[in-house]
């Protein structure tokens, strides 16, 4: 991965939880040549995780899932309960949708494969840190097709979740915007966004409702009431 040194207008501080520390000190080197990005602290397990943070204080973690002592979802459960604001994205080599959905109902809002690039992995934190939702290509995917499939059976995930559907303020904004008629790169102009970022979000959009074109995305929303 390489990454130019970019400049933001925050300092993140970011804490590490991964049992593999080449991992943690590769991670930690590409992070720190990111103007605004401060590593404060790692861990190598979820205990050690929750031992070093009372002393230390984050905006935002990232954690793997496959770990000793303790799993990553039961970390984020955990870390969630004790620190409310506490922002978690997760990275890992899973891209099964079984692990992607227990996190984000442990409660992560971000969750990127461990191939992704160093922008995207730099876009990651930037957006979670501000209480976004960020997902790669691949797990937007993943996300999509496990809602498709739970979607065709009774009593599913889908039909059950859907009143628990949480769209953030930039999402409904799009939204917005996309139901004026609004192309992806008309949105990024007026919003000042860019178009990779806009069309994240659109595939975000759709992963959160189960989603694949703009019909199917207003049917749910009016039912929903969810830009209301």
């Known amino acids: ?3 130019k040194k970019i400049v933001i207008n925050m300092e993140i ?3 590490i939880v991964d049992d593999h520390q080449l991992f943690i000190d590769g991670l930690q080197a590409i ?3 990111v103007e605004g990005f401060s590593v404060v602290g790692t861990a190598n397990s979820g205990k050690e995780c929750i031992e070093k943070l009372q002393t230390i204080e984050i905006d935002l ?3 793997d899932i ?3 002592e303790m799993r990553g979802e039961e970390l984020v459960e955990h870390l969630v309960r004790i620190y409310p604001s506490i922002k978690i994205l997760t990275l890992s080599m899973h891209d099964e949708y079984s692990y992607i959905d227990k996190m984000l109902k442990a409660g992560v809002l971000g969750y990127i494969h461990k191939n992704a690039s160093a922008s995207e992995l730099r876009q990651a934190v930037e957006t979670v840190a501000k209480g976004e939702n960020f997902f790669t290509s691949i797990v937007s995917d993943s996300i999509a097709k496990g809602y498709a499939q739970g979607s065709k059976k009774p009593n599913s995930f889908v039909t059950t979740s859907l009143n628990d559907i949480f769209l953030t303020k930039r999402e ?3 939204l917005k915007l996309v139901f004026k008629g609004m192309n992806s790169q008309n949105i990024a102009d007026e919003t ?3 178009y ?6 659109r595939k975000n959009i759709n992963a959160k409702l189960g989603t694949n074109n703009r019909q199917e995305i207003e049917a749910i929303v009016k039912k929903k009431k969810l830009l209301d």
């Open 1 to 3: 991965m390489t990454l």
């Open 13 to 15: 501080r970011i804490f």
């Open 31 to 33: 992070l720190s040549r």
């Open 61 to 63: 973690l990232i954690t």
């Open 66 to 68: 496959s770990m000793p």
């Open 172 to 174: 409904k904004g799009i």
């Open 192 to 194: 000042m966004l860019s």
């Open 196 to 201: 990779h970022t806009i069309t994240q979000h």
